[in-house]
Structure formats: C-alpha cells, structure tokens
Nanobody, 123 residues
Framework: EVQLVESGGGLVQAGGALRLSCAAD????????IGWFRQAPGEEREGVSC?????YYTDSVKGRFTISRDNAKNTAYLQMNSLKPEDTAVYYC???????????????????WGQGTQVTVSS
C-alpha cells in the first residue's frame, strides 16, 4: 500500500521556523519527484516546492524555504524559516514519477498524495 505521511506542522509565531517531513512507503521513493503543496481556506492548492535532480520553489517562499530528501530514509523535508501569517495553510506532500520541471505545480501530474499537516503562523 502506498503511503505518504506528513508531520511537523503546528502553530508558530511570525518569524519562526518549522520543518515538515514526508515519510513514504509502498513505492520506490528515489525514482519519484516529491512536491510540497499548500492550501489555505477558500484557496486553490498551490505548488510550493519540488525536488528531483533539481529543486523548484514558488516565488513567495524563495530564500525562506528549503526542500530536501533522504532517499535512504524514504523521507522528504521542507524547512520553513522566517514564516509569515500568509504561509498559514494545510501542507501536503505528493509524489510523481516524472521529474519536477517547470510544471511541478500541476497537481494532476502527481500520482500519490499525503493527508496534509496544518501550519498556522500567528502575527
């Protein structure tokens, strides 16, 4: 059974940091690109970052967020620094067989999804 399980969300003050984890099981993790998405209430799901052989970030998080992965642990991470209230959302990780590329933010191109973890940034 394929599983992606996010963890590490929580409540943090503006300027603070969180590290999200995405633990994978049931597929060959190293062969898949991993994307992080977020969805705020009433908003569409937004692509935040992606990692395959290269990394991609949406403009609003560049310089603040860092994506990484440990293939030996079947886990991907999203280090989020200098958090802002507008970063508040449910964060999801997803996996797709094709590399990230410029289309990393297309949700339809992902094969597997986690259940999400809430990140709340207070002002």
């Amino acid at each position: 059974e394929v599983q992606l399980v996010e963890s590490g969300g929580g409540l943090v003050q503006a300027g603070g940091a969180l590290r999200l984890s995405c633990a994978a099981d049931g597929f060959t993790f190293g062969e898949y690109a991993i994307g992080w998405f977020r969805q705020a209430p009433g908003e569409e799901r937004e692509g935040v970052s992606c990692i395959s052989s290269t990394t991609y970030y949406t403009d609003s998080v560049k310089g603040r967020f860092t994506i990484s992965r440990d293939n030996a642990k079947n886990t991907a991470y999203l280090q989020m620094n200098s958090l802002k209230p507008e970063d508040t959302a449910v964060y999801y990780c997803a996996a797709r067989l094709r590399s990230c590329g410029g289309s990393y933010y297309y949700t339809r191109q992902y094969d597997y999804w986690g259940q999400g973890t809430q990140v709340t940034v207070s002002s």
